[in-house]
């Protein structure tokens, strides 16, 4: 979506240019036409979208990478230091959906000249309020079963089996998106998942020192495995959303998606973990925490901000980009996650670990410069059609 937004900047910018050029023709022949200020002031104009566009798109990534990396190891923490209820851990994920209400009310308020446009095509409440409630559903699946993983497998086969939600991402797209796959993407998917399985095989003092329970990995396995699946399915549909029901990527509806979907999953996670009546075993569990009960409500608070900042950086990237880019950023924290350990856990890096965070960096530009070339010859292709347009009209 932001690519077509982007395109459509510089069919106008190559518009305006042309209009400059055959005025400017006709005022040398005697001709009537307007001066020169006029189309040199949109240019600017044009560039300054086009920053503005992608400074959104980076500080999105931020937000997923820094996002994921610290909740994934504030969710190992908890289970480390004596936490068992799995629920808990669901709720975290997506119950600090009360953050984003300053900023969606913000922009609810902020008069938009778009905003009359977007009113207008606006679908129904009640198709919006099942669009919030289905992805409010997966997202709650998808947070029980990554709980389950995290319990259930060291960090290493985790991190393995997390980086399959490319691949199965890549056949989402292909057939809801209608994403093109180049050989750089592919690329790009392959180095990724690569990079993510080193991690992995590095990690191999997680099993000894970490809290796993015995006899759980095939359960483990097969639950990460699905909430992989699910994750991705889960973007995709979100992406399809923005493009075929709201038909908007404005940050406002970013927000709005984000936090609707958000207190959906909230609340069928607070009644899961009331049903499954583990909320009476939340004081107990607070009292034996290792670390001590302050440790143990800040780290479900810093946990549930890291998510919500994550979430928020996915949707901002699905709706700006897509959600095949969004799932290969998230990738790339795969990697990130053993340098935060080092910086705030003292853990150690080896050339392993090097090696993996080259290898994705290798991949996400791979991604980049695809979709940069893939820009560049629309916008040329767009530009010949332009031209013939207005050759024909002389």
């Not at 639950?223 to 029901?245: H, I, M, N, W």
């Not at 340098?339 to 080896?350: E, T, Y």
């Not at 530009?383 to 050759?391: I, L, Y």
């Amino acid at each position: 979506m932001g690519e077509a937004g982007e395109i459509q900047l510089q069919i106008t910018g190559i518009r305006a240019q042309e209009a400059e050029d055959g005025h400017g023709r006709r005022a040398e022949l005697g001709g009537p036409g307007p001066c020169r200020p006029v189309a040199s002031w949109r240019r600017p104009a044009l560039s300054k979208r086009r920053l503005a566009w992608w400074a959104v798109v980076l500080v999105n990534i931020v937000f997923v990478l820094a996002g994921q990396s610290v909740a994934t190891l504030l969710g190992r923490i908890y289970y480390d230091q004596g936490g068992q209820s799995l629920w808990m851990q669901t709720v975290v994920q997506s119950c600090g959906t009360p953050l984003a209400i300053p900023l969606l009310l913000y922009f609810r308020t902020r008069p938009s000249s778009s905003s009359s446009s977007v009113a207008a095509s606006r679908p129904p409440i009640a198709k919006l309020a099942a669009i919030y409630a289905g992805l409010g559903v997966l997202l709650a699946g998808d947070n029980l079963m990554y709980s389950y993983g995290l319990l259930y497998l060291p960090m290493s086969t985790y991190s393995i089996i997390c980086a399959s939600q490319v691949s199965f991402n890549a056949v989402f797209s292909y057939f809801l998106n209608k994403e093109k796959f180049r050989a750089l993407v592919l690329n790009s998917v392959v180095l990724l998942t690569f990079s993510a399985a080193l991690v992995g095989l590095s990690h191999g003092s997680d099993g000894s020192d970490s809290d796993i329970p015995k006899g759980k990995f095939p359960a483990g396995f097969a639950l990460t495995l699905s909430a992989s699946a699910l994750y991705s399915l889960t973007l995709s549909l979100t992406q399809l959303a923005f493009e075929e029901v709201l038909k908007s990527d404005t940050l406002g509806t970013v927000l709005e998606v984000q936090f609707w979907s958000n207190t959906a999953a909230a609340c069928v996670s607070v009644a899961g973990l009331f049903a499954s009546g583990e909320w009476r075993s939340i004081a107990g569990e607070m009292e034996t925490y290792r670390k001590g009960e302050v440790a143990y409500a800040m780290t479900l608070a810093w946990t549930a901000v890291s998510w919500q900042l994550c979430t928020m950086g996915l949707m901002g990237l699905v709706a700006a980009v897509s959600s095949l880019f969004t799932n290969v950023i998230s990738t790339v924290g795969t990697p990130l996650s053993p340098v935060i350990a080092v910086i705030f856990l003292g853990d150690r890096i080896d050339g392993v670990k090097l090696v993996a965070m080259l290898i994705a960096v290798w991949g996400l530009l791979s991604y980049v410069y695809q979709h940069y070339l893939d820009d560049r010859a629309s916008a040329k292709a767009k530009k010949v059609v332009v031209a013939e347009k207005s050759d024909g009209e002389h």
